[in-house]
Nanobody
Framework: QVQLVESGGGLVQAGDSLRLGCVAS????????MGWFRQAPGKEREFVAA????????DYADSVKGRFTISRDYVKDTVYLEMSGLKPEDTAVYYC??????????????????WGQGTQVTVSS
């Protein structure tokens, strides 16, 4: 049974940093692309960042470039999202996702096969 479990969310102030983690289990994910999405209240879920499998490259949404960094521990099947310079508009539920589809659009939700339950990040002004 595949599971993605996020952790690390919380309440922080604007300008603070936070690290989210997502542990994948149920199979080996080294070849999977792993991504982070977020959904703010009243808005659609949006792409944040992704890291392709097999030590592939990373992609970021323009809104987080230069502030967020995605990384992976291929031994632990864990993906991290380091967030710095947080802004109130970063407030959302953050979801981890895994994709087995090769050469897929990493920013497209439809590319992902598995999702975590989400972790809340709240940034106060």
């Amino acid at each position: 049974q595949v599971q993605l479990v996020e952790s690390g969310g919380g309440l922080v102030q604007a300008g603070d940093s936070l690290r989210l983690g997502c542990v994948a289990s149920g199979r080996t994910f080294s070849r999977y692309s792993m991504g982070w999405f977020r959904q703010a209240p009243g808005k659609e879920r949006e792409f944040v960042a992704a890291r392709r499998g097999s030590f592939g490259n990373s992609d970021y949404a323009d809104s987080v470039k230069g502030r967020f960094t995605i990384s992976r521990d291929y031994v632990k099947d864990t993906v991290y999202l380091e967030m710095s310079g947080l802004k109130p508009e970063d407030t959302a539920v953050y979801y981890c996702a895994a994709s087995a589809q090769r050469n897929s659009d990493s920013a497209n939700e439809a590319s992902y096969d598995y999702w975590g339950q989400g972790t809340q990040v709240t940034v106060s002004s």
